[in-house]
């Protein structure tokens, strides 16, 4: 598996989708300013994938599936039209959630 030009840009791409989608839907009105915080971590899976997470401050996801799965909202469908899985989920400590996008390389010949 390699990751070539056009699978760098998809990455790019779906990266500034996740975060443009935490600044949209993911930061609560009435947080202190010092909490406005849209932590972003990209971790190579052993399949050679990258995901990429961004976690936000508002737990909720109204139509969570149908955005992951290319039916609501063009920030996710834009994501998964590049080619990534998406997912989401609620953290262990804290609040907020984690969306998640893992984008694999192009197989090698």
Request: aromatic fraction near 4%; hydrophobic fraction near 45%; charged fraction near 20%.
């Amino acid at each position: 598996m390699a990751w070539n030009g056009d699978m760098l840009l998809h990455a790019v791409e779906g990266v500034s989708r996740l975060v443009g989608n935490g600044v949209r839907h993911g930061l609560p009105a009435r947080a202190l300013v010092q909490e406005l915080r849209l932590p972003l971590t990209a971790s190579p899976t052993d399949a050679g994938a990258m995901a990429f997470d961004v976690r936000d401050l508002v737990p909720a996801f109204p139509d969570s599936e149908a955005a992951i799965r290319r039916r609501e909202g063009p920030g996710l469908w834009h994501v998964a039209h590049l080619g990534a899985r998406g997912t989401r989920f609620l953290p262990h400590e804290g609040r907020g959630k984690t969306v998640r996008a893992v984008l694999g390389p192009e197989p090698t010949l």
